[in-house]
């Protein structure tokens, strides 16, 4: 799947991970594949937002 755009700016975004981090998700942080989105979900088990620009930090939530 390719990542969407920043409805901001146009850039780059990546998914945000929410819950505790594995030792891969780790990894993919460092490699600025993800974002961490902490550990606290709503009511649907999901976090506030999808995807973070990595240009301007904006963060989004998925069209659905």
Not at 10 to 36: A, H
Not at 41 to 60: H, L, T
């Amino acid at each position: 799947m390719k990542p969407p755009k920043c409805p901001k700016c146009g850039g780059k975004g990546v998914p945000i991970v929410y819950g505790m981090p594995s030792e891969k998700t780790w990894k993919l942080v460092d490699q600025g594949k993800v974002e961490l989105g902490g550990c606290e979900v709503g009511e649907d088990g999901q976090g506030e937002f999808d995807w973070k620009c990595r240009g301007c930090g904006n963060e989004w939530k998925d069209k659905k």
